[in-house]
């Protein structure tokens, strides 16, 4: 694996958790994640092991942080997709 596919999964995973903590301190409910990336920036078995981390490590953990705020809002929490998009077009930019 690179050192850029390593920096970018661990910024990606340090991103997708702040936010899931900082909407659960807001008090926002929070229910499907869908996760979207450039697949130039990932290659596949770093890809693999990024989602293994957000399925079985990030989802159980921000619930059970959830759970000692006191916090509900995480009971419908599910990370749905992880995958690949296209470059996305800005209108009036091409």
């Known amino acids: 694996m690179s050192r ?17 903590r900082d909407l659960v301190e807001g008090g926002q409910e929070i229910g499907t994640v869908d996760i979207y990336f450039d697949p130039k920036s990932l290659k596949r078995e770093h890809f693999e092991a990024m989602e293994e981390t957000l399925h079985s490590l990030v989802a159980p953990v ?33």
């Open 62 to 94: 921000v619930k059970e942080y959830a759970t000692i705020r006191g916090s509900s809002s995480l009971q419908k929490l599910v990370i749905r997709k992880i995958e690949p998009v296209k470059e996305a077009r800005i209108r009036g930019l091409s």
């Open 4 to 20: 850029t596919d390593n920096i970018w999964s661990q910024c990606a995973l340090f991103g997708v958790s702040g936010l899931i």
